[in-house]
């Protein structure tokens, strides 16, 4: 069998991204640009009017000294950034798609792995087409009127109803496939979003830090093990009180219970569920995950949830998996920390998948006669996330520091030899730091801070931080303007907390302490790519959300699912707000 | 009725194609009418992995044949018996087996196989369990070019 379907379609986007990339370098777009860019362009004026004054200041003194005027180039705004950074993606992708474009239209294509490859290449460039016009239009538009609107609204409409590029771009895939449908050229690619979701997620690895997974870890197994294990019971419960069949109690206590459409596809089999059974629970579950979605990142921002707890909530009480990561990236689609959150409680649902699979199949046999025994170990095997291994690879890498160096947090990690000379502590600062020095030295300072260090319990690893610790460490940052050692910014942070510390000193702390911490390139990259990965792999989710499928959903699997789902998200949002706290 | 050589039979075993079915056999004449059954399957199984993307390509395909193995049980299922039917009652049967919109696809096996008279169920009753995959009546009405007989409702 041939794949490839000979069209133009993906020349013509090769074309589009190509001339996108060449409107932006030439400048011609630079109006409509500074609309969508508002934020970068009011950096670029700043650049522009500093490098100007500089400019005229330099020539003012060549005029006077009888020189010629000096040549100065314009340092890059975030604007010129943000557009450079437009230009090359466009480029690239661009510029692949047209060859392989015209690659796909002069070849007469064998069946094979050439041809699989190059047949999914269109749907890729489709999905991307709609990610960039998302992302860099209808995300800035959206933000751009819910502002402007805000004056006579007197909320921001785009923020409530987190209109931004993830939400935009599942949308935009819902309608593509029910509005348009899914080119034939593209079917094929559109089906590779799975793999660039579990590209992302495996991506994620890199960001976490040892003590952050353990803790997100701990938290995510003892609520999706009460979640899981509470939701599937009451379906089981339930169930038997409805008299539904038990192939169907068992295929919707697992999508209720576990991880929505990806349990139900895993259970199904196992549990010899009927068509229609499959078909109400699909519908049931994706109608109430795509609800999930909109309605839960509303609630988040009203309830000033921050990413721990939201991540939680909506990886504890969203049905579907997909949704999850839809819903935390709605909810926080700028930095990607409750995304970070929710993932950990995707994967902790896929690895307790094949328990409950078995655990239903086990259930099943026991209550209906006749019914197959299944291999248990056939079912392990089959249905372990194999992706999860590829997460655990990038943590374990990360762990080790070839992204950056160990014990980094968050991508960003303490190294003194790394501080640039313009961020070394200016004169009054070390001089403001001298006095507080010699202050705590006398009689009066030194038992004040004695008392303060004792009170606070101010620990350094496992030992009491001593006064002259404080004192060793003002001295090292006197005399070298920055912080030398991660355990010297430690004493120092807990100092700059002290009450009647003078204010330029805690500034001054407060200042090396950023110079001292610098964010990894290659994680500050991964983040961007992890971005775009879960933006195209939820765009191309969206595109397989059909309304004839979300239609299916009724009978006793929608009753028993509004109120099992229901109660998990409620029960899960009280006990995140009672337990949970932002500690990570 | 004369020249009737062939009638659409739209039947998926549900009450209303039951209807259908009797209606059908009762209009065609033995020896002369040829039933054409046309068995849909509803498109909206296409959209039925939804966004799954958690599961290994092994357990999707297992699902799909899965859900395949069902559905062509109950068309083998389906089909066998109105063969039967047709047998006894001395029709000539036709099976098509199409994927897809069940309107669209009746309006072009009608014109495929150029059939002299369409039969359907009634609309199924609301509340009624079954697939919501209904047949689109106005359409089918401005689409067809030969008579279109529904079948009355069951009386209650």
């Given at each position: 069998m041939v794949y490839t379907i000979k069209s133009s379609a993906l020349l013509i986007i090769g074309i589009i991204m190509l001339a996108w990339a060449g409107l932006n370098n030439s400048g011609t777009i630079d109006g409509m640009q500074s609309y969508l860019l508002a934020s970068d362009y009011k950096d670029h004026a700043k650049v522009m009017k500093k490098y100007e004054a500089q400019l005229k200041a330099a020539t003012d003194k060549a005029a006077v000294a009888g020189e010629p005027a000096p040549e100065m180039k314009m340092p890059a705004s975030k604007f010129d950034q943000s557009k450079a950074t437009q230009s090359k993606m466009s480029n690239f992708f661009g510029g692949a798609f047209v060859l392989i474009g015209l690659?796909?239209?002069?070849?007469?294509?064998?069946?094979?792995?050439?041809?699989?490859?190059?047949?999914?290449?269109?749907?890729?460039?489709?999905?991307?087409?709609?990610?960039?016009?998302?992302?860099?239009?209808?995300?800035?538009?959206?933000?751009?009127?819910?502002?402007?609107?805000?004056g006579t609204l007197g909320w921001n409409f785009a923020k409530i109803f987190n209109l931004n590029y993830v939400v935009l771009g599942?949308?935009?895939?819902?309608?593509?496939?029910?509005?348009?449908?899914?080119?034939?050229?593209?079917?094929?690619?559109?089906?590779?979003?799975r793999f660039f979701l579990k590209t992302g997620v495996i991506l994620l690895g890199t960001l976490y830090s040892a003590a952050e997974l353990a803790q997100l870890g701990g938290l995510s197994v003892v609520m999706i093990g009460a979640f899981v294990l509470g939701s599937v019971g009451m379906v089981l419960f339930m169930g038997k009180r409805m008299g539904t069949p038990n192939s169907m109690t068992a295929v919707l206590s697992s999508g209720m219970g576990v991880c929505g459409v990806s349990a139900t596809v895993a259970a199904a089999p196992v549990v010899q569920a009927k068509a229609e059974e499959i078909a109400y629970t699909i519908g049931t579950?994706?109608?109430?995950?795509?609800?999930?979605?909109?309605?839960?990142?509303?609630?988040?921002?009203?309830?000033?949830?921050?990413?721990?707890?939201?991540?939680?909530?909506?990886?504890?009480?969203?049905?579907?998996?997909?949704?999850?990561?839809?819903?935390?990236?709605?909810?926080?689609?700028?930095?990607?920390e409750t995304l970070k959150v929710a993932e950990i409680f995707n994967i902790t649902r896929v690895l307790f998948l094949p328990v409950i699979v078995l655990w239903l199949a086990a259930w099943y046999v026991k209550h209906e006669e006749g019914a197959q025994k299944v291999n248990l170990t056939q079912v392990l095997v089959a249905k372990f996330p194999v992706f999860v291994l590829g997460f655990i690879a990038m943590f374990a890498l990360s762990?080790?520091?070839?992204?950056?160096?160990?014990?980094?947090?968050?991508?960003?990690?303490?190294?003194?030899?790394?501080?640039?000379?313009?961020?070394?502590?200016?004169?009054?600062?070390?001089?403001?730091?001298?006095g507080e020095l010699d202050r705590l030295r006398g009689a009066e300072g030194s038992q004040a801070l004695s008392k303060y260090l004792t009170e606070n319990h101010v620990t350094l690893g496992k030992r009491n931080v001593t006064s002259d610790d404080v004192y060793?460490?003002?001295?090292?940052?006197?005399?070298?303007?920055?912080?030398?050692?991660?355990?010297?910014?430690?004493?120092?942070?807990s100092l700059a907390k002290m009450d009647g510390l003078d204010e330029t000193a805690k500034e001054a702390i407060g200042t090396a302490h950023k110079a001292a911490y610098h964010t990894s390139k290659s994680i500050k990259e991964y983040r961007n790519w992890i971005a775009w990965l879960f933006a195209f792999g939820l765009i191309g989710l969206?595109?397989?959300?059909?309304?004839?499928?979300?239609?299916?959903?009724?009978g006793a699997p929608l009753v028993i699912g509004g109120v099992v789902g229901t109660a998990k998200a409620i029960g899960s949002l009280i006990v995140v707000m009672l337990f949970v706290k932002e500690f990570i | 009725m004369k020249n009737l050589k062939s009638i659409l039979l739209a039947h998926h075993g549900t009450a209303g194609a039951l209807l259908a079915e009797a209606l059908a056999l009762e209009t065609a004449v033995a020896g002369q009418t040829q039933i054409v059954h046309l068995l849909v399957v509803p498109d909206f199984w296409d959209g039925m992995q939804g966004d799954d993307w958690l599961n290994n390509a092994s357990?999707?395909?297992?699902?799909?044949?899965?859900?395949?193995?069902?559905?062509?049980?109950?068309?083998?299922?389906?089909?066998?018996a109105l063969e039967g039917r047709c047998a006894e009652l001395g029709f000539a049967y036709k099976p098509v087996m199409r994927q897809g919109d069940p309107t669209q696809c009746l309006l072009e096996t009608a014109v495929q196989e150029a059939v002299s008279m369409v039969?359907?169920?009634?609309?199924?009753?609301r509340g009624v369990p079954g697939y919501r995959s209904r047949m689109d009546i106005v359409k089918l009405a401005r689409g067809l070019h030969v008579p279109l007989l529904m079948a009355a409702r069951a009386s209650t």
């Open positions: 690659f796909t239209l002069v070849w007469k294509p064998k069946p094979g792995n050439l041809d699989y490859f190059v047949s999914v290449v269109p749907g890729i460039a489709y999905i991307l087409l709609i990610a960039f016009i998302v992302r860099w239009g209808l995300d800035p538009i959206f933000g751009n009127l819910g502002k402007a609107a805000e599942i949308v935009i895939g819902i309608i593509a496939v029910n509005v348009f449908r899914i080119p034939a050229w593209a079917a094929n690619g559109v089906r590779t979003a579950i994706l109608i109430w995950g795509v609800g999930c979605m909109f309605v839960f990142p509303t609630i988040g921002h009203l309830l000033n949830m921050g990413p721990v707890q939201f991540g939680a909530w909506a990886g504890t009480g969203i049905l579907n998996s997909a949704q999850v990561a839809g819903a935390a990236l709605a909810f926080d689609p700028r930095s990607i762990s080790t520091g070839v992204f950056a160096p160990a014990g980094h947090y968050k991508g960003k990690y303490f190294s003194s030899s790394e501080i640039k000379e313009d961020k070394l502590l200016k004169s009054d600062e070390t001089s403001a730091l001298q060793t460490a003002l001295t090292e940052l006197a005399a070298n303007k920055k912080i030398m050692t991660r355990e010297e910014d430690s004493v120092l942070e969206g595109m397989q959300i059909t309304g004839k499928a979300l239609k299916q959903a009724g | 357990t999707r395909d297992a699902f799909g044949s899965y859900v395949e193995g069902l559905l062509e049980a109950d068309v083998k299922q389906q089909l066998r039969v359907i169920g009634p609309p199924r009753p």
